[in-house]
């Protein structure tokens, strides 16, 4: 009897054992590797540009015209000249900066494989807060060895990647001008 219920428990615990490890392997990559896994998106984008131009004109031109004291039957005529001067400056400066920085996480999801193996991605987050939307969307593709053990990649490390932050509500609408405003802006 002891054995047979020893057994049975040893049967009911080695199916047990392996219900617990169904999926699970020592030697198995637990990183995404298939089209419907997900991939977390580690977004460190920076940028800054400059750009300085500066135009420097000048232009000067002198004339005199003259005539000399008249001989002979028109020499009651008094001396005639002419003089003129004429000047063009021009100076042009101009400089643009701009800079960005965005950090985020997004979850994006495999959802499909080129030709060479590598994945395609496609993540979208949007965070409400006082009715206020931020919007991160990202897509573009990624190579197997650029995901890293837990399942997430580096930004720049996505090639053909599209990457759009954007915000809706009071906020961002108090950040355009009005109607007319945009129109005399587009006019001049």
């Given amino acids: 009897m002891k054995a047979l219920m020893l057994t049975m428990v040893l049967c009911a615990w080695g199916v047990f054992a392996q219900d617990m490890g169904a999926g699970v392997s020592l030697f198995a990559d637990p990183k995404a590797n298939q ?65 960005g920085s965005l950090r985020a996480k997004v979850a994006a999801r ?43 990649v580096y930004s720049y490390n996505i090639y053909d990647a599209n990457i759009i932050y954007k915000g809706k509500g009071e906020v961002s609408r108090s950040q355009k001008g009005g109607m007319l405003t945009r129109f005399l802006q587009w006019l001049f």
Avoid: W
Avoid at 65 to 91: A, H, Y
């Fill in 35 to 99: 089209v419907g896994k997900g991939i977390t998106v580690l977004v460190m984008e920076f940028s800054q540009a400059s750009n300085e131009a500066r135009t420097e004109s000048k232009k000067q031109s002198k004339h005199n015209v003259g005539i000399e004291e008249s001989k002979g039957l028109l020499g009651f005529i008094p001396n005639m000249g002419v003089t003129g001067k004429s000047q063009n400056d021009f100076r042009g400066n101009a400089r643009t900066e701009r800079k």
């Fill in 110 to 152: 495999i959802v499909g494989k080129n030709e060479i193996g590598d994945y395609l991605i496609e993540g979208k987050r949007v965070i409400e807060v006082n009715n206020e939307k931020e919007i991160y969307i990202i897509k573009g593709a990624v190579r197997p060895e650029d995901i890293m053990g837990d399942n997430t």
